[in-house]
Structure formats: structure tokens, C-alpha cells
């Protein structure tokens, strides 16, 4: 009796151990899995690394817009280049630069009555760079252009064109010096350009009771 009753309690201990083992052993195998189970874990965290690097391949992406920055800089260029265009405005100033001043107009122009001293009435007109000479009578006329003037030297020269009848002036190409005081003009005459004979008798046009040649009196009829 004693000795089965040590059996069972050796039965019985012996099925304890085997219990507590295996709970051991599963407990072991379910802590190793989950150690994997935690490998697991870290590998997709690497994955989420690598997600990572995608981002970082939009980036290069973004860089690709900048390159676009580059086209933009190149139509900059492109604006530079029209910029350039504005140097023909440059050329068009240098043109202008070469535009000759226009002097002023004669100071004589109009329409003038001959006073004297000799000769027969008519009218001297002195305007568009031409000086007509008519006779009252209409008995004769000359035109002339004025090739040449100067208002401060009091100066002119004219170049015979068309004459009709006993005209006056005499000659083909004929100097001038002028005198102007007021409403009467005083002309002095002589043949050959940039000769200018010297004004001898203003208002006149006599030394004594001598006329002087080509010398003639105008009132302005203007």
C-alpha cells in the first residue's frame, strides 16, 4: 500500500514537470516568434526608409522645375537680345544728328517800291530764295535766285534766271550789300559773286547830285 501510494506521487510530479516544461517550451517558442515578429517590425521600418528615398525622388523632381528656372533665364536672354533692338532708336538719333539747321530767313523778304534815284518805278519782291524785279508799267522784268545771304554782314548774291524787255538789273551773276533803317531798304549792286561793294550813300543812293551805279531806294510795302 505504502509503495503505490509512492507510485502515484512520482506519477504525479513527473506529469507537473512534463506540464511546466511544455508550458515553458511554448512559452520560449511563442517569445521567439515574437522576437521575429519584431525583425519583422524593423524590416518595415527600412521600407518606410526606402518610401523616404521616394521622397527624396520628388525632390529630384523638383529639381527638374528648376531646370525650368534655366528656360526661363534663357527668354530672359531673350528680352536682353530685344533690349538690343533699341540700339537701332540709337541709330535713329545718329541720323537725326545729321539734320542741317535751317538758317534764318532773310531779314529783306517782301515786297518793296523803288524811290529812286533813276531809274523807272517798279517793285522788287524778295521771297522763297528768288528776287523778282517788275516794272510798273509792265514794260519789263528779271527773276533771280539768291544763291547766298547774311543777315548779319548784310550780304546777298544772286544768280540771273529769266529777264524780259529792257530789264534791270544788268548782269548774270551780281553781289549785294544791303542797308535796312526802318521801312526803307538801301541795295547796292556790283557784278561777280562775294564781291560786295561797299555801301556808300544809305537812303539815297547819290554823292552830290551824282547818282551812284547800281545803287537803288525801296520802301517796304509789307
Same mark, same amino acid.
Given at each position: 500500500?505504502?509503495?503505490?501510494?509512492?507510485?502515484?506521487?512520482?506519477?504525479?510530479?513527473?506529469?507537473?514537470?512534463?506540464?511546466?516544461?511544455?508550458?515553458?517550451?511554448?512559452?520560449?517558442?511563442?517569445?521567439?516568434?515574437?522576437?521575429?515578429?519584431?525583425?519583422?517590425?524593423? $524590416?518595415?521600418?527600412?521600407?518606410?526608409?526606402?518610401?523616404? &528615398? #521616394?521622397? *527624396?525622388? @520628388?525632390? /529630384? =523632381? +523638383? %529639381? !527638374?522645375?528648376?531646370?525650368?528656372?534655366?528656360?526661363?533665364?534663357?527668354? $530672359?536672354?531673350?528680352?536682353?537680345?530685344?533690349?538690343?533692338? &533699341? #540700339?537701332? *532708336?540709337? @541709330?535713329? /538719333? =545718329? +541720323? %537725326? !544728328?545729321?539734320?542741317?539747321?535751317?538758317?534764318?530767313?532773310?531779314?529783306?523778304?517782301?515786297?518793296?517800291?523803288?524811290?529812286?534815284?533813276?531809274?523807272?518805278?517798279?517793285?522788287?519782291?524778295?521771297?522763297? %530764295?528768288?528776287?523778282?524785279?517788275?516794272?510798273?508799267?509792265?514794260?519789263?522784268?528779271?527773276?533771280?535766285?539768291?544763291?547766298?545771304?547774311?543777315?548779319?554782314?548784310?550780304?546777298?548774291?544772286?544768280?540771273?534766271?529769266?529777264?524780259?524787255?529792257?530789264?534791270?538789273?544788268?548782269?548774270?551773276?551780281?553781289?549785294?550789300?544791303?542797308?535796312?533803317?526802318?521801312?526803307?531798304?538801301?541795295?547796292?549792286?556790283?557784278?561777280?559773286?562775294?564781291?560786295?561793294?561797299?555801301?556808300?550813300?544809305?537812303?539815297?543812293?547819290?554823292?552830290?547830285?551824282?547818282?551812284?551805279?547800281?545803287?537803288?531806294?525801296?520802301?517796304?510795302?509789307?
Amino acid at each position: 500500500m505504502r509503495a503505490a501510494n509512492l507510485a502515484r506521487t512520482f506519477m504525479l510530479v513527473g506529469s507537473l514537470s512534463v506540464g511546466v516544461w511544455s508550458c515553458n517550451k511554448s512559452s520560449g517558442s511563442n517569445a521567439g516568434t515574437g522576437g521575429t515578429a519584431g525583425q519583422g517590425g524593423t $524590416g518595415g521600418a527600412s521600407t518606410g526608409a526606402g518610401g523616404a &528615398t #521616394g521622397s *527624396g525622388g @520628388a525632390s /529630384t =523632381g +523638383a %529639381g !527638374g522645375a528648376t531646370g525650368s528656372g534655366g528656360a526661363s533665364t534663357g527668354a $530672359g536672354g531673350a528680352s536682353t537680345g530685344a533690349g538690343g533692338a &533699341t #540700339g537701332a *532708336g540709337g @541709330a535713329s /538719333t =545718329g +541720323a %537725326g !544728328g545729321t539734320t542741317t539747321v535751317q538758317p534764318d530767313a532773310f531779314e529783306v523778304d517782301g515786297t518793296w517800291a523803288y524811290l529812286g534815284p533813276s531809274d523807272t518805278p517798279h517793285s522788287l519782291k524778295i521771297s522763297n %530764295g528768288a528776287m523778282v524785279y517788275t516794272d510798273e508799267a509792265g514794260q519789263w522784268s528779271s527773276n533771280w535766285t539768291i544763291k547766298d545771304y547774311d543777315n548779319g554782314l548784310h550780304h546777298f548774291e544772286v544768280v540771273f534766271e529769266s529777264g524780259t524787255g529792257t530789264y534791270l538789273p544788268v548782269g548774270q551773276n551780281m553781289s549785294g550789300t544791303y542797308d535796312l533803317n526802318g521801312p526803307i531798304l538801301t541795295v547796292q549792286l556790283a557784278n561777280g559773286l562775294a564781291s560786295y561793294p561797299p555801301m556808300q550813300s544809305p537812303g539815297s543812293c547819290t554823292e552830290g547830285s551824282t547818282f551812284i551805279p547800281d545803287c537803288r531806294v525801296y520802301v517796304s510795302q509789307n
